[in-house]
């Protein structure tokens, strides 16, 4: 079993920035994609950011494109997401999610999940 823990949350003005961090047990982060998913308020959980297991390649849904950087330190187990210029619809409980693949991962079938943090911001 592969456990993640995600911290960075809080409230925020609009045009702030958070880093949100996720830090996985075990010793084969290395071997899993990580991505982030959030869940707005009333709405279904949507596609964030992910980034390959090597960190070679990461993928972006549309509305963060290049506001959020998605980054991963394998030697500390940790995946990040740097979250700048923040709008009140970015407002959710955000999720931390790892794969053992390096495909399909804009979709939300991942192997293992956070408990999410929230983050809230306002106008």
């Known amino acids: 079993q592969v456990q993640l823990v995600e911290s960075g949350g809080g409230l925020v003005q609009a045009g702030g920035s958070l880093r949100l961090s996720c830090t996985a047990s075990?010793?084969?982060?290395?071997?899993?994609?990580m991505g982030w998913f959030r869940q707005p308020p009333g709405l279904e959980r949507e596609f964030v950011a992910a980034v390959t297991s090597s960190g070679s390649f990461t993928y972006y849904a549309d509305s963060v494109k290049g506001r959020f950087t998605i980054s991963r330190d394998n030697a500390k187990n940790t995946v990040y997401l740097q979250m700048n210029d923040l709008k009140p619809e970015d407002t959710a409980v955000y999720y931390c999610?790892?794969?053992?693949?390096?495909?399909?991962?804009?979709?939300?079938?991942?192997?293992?999940w956070g408990q999410g943090t929230q983050v809230t911001v306002s106008s």
């Open positions: 999610a790892s794969k053992n693949s390096n495909f399909g991962l804009t979709s939300p079938w991942y192997d293992y």
């Open positions: 075990g010793r084969t982060f290395s071997n899993y994609s």
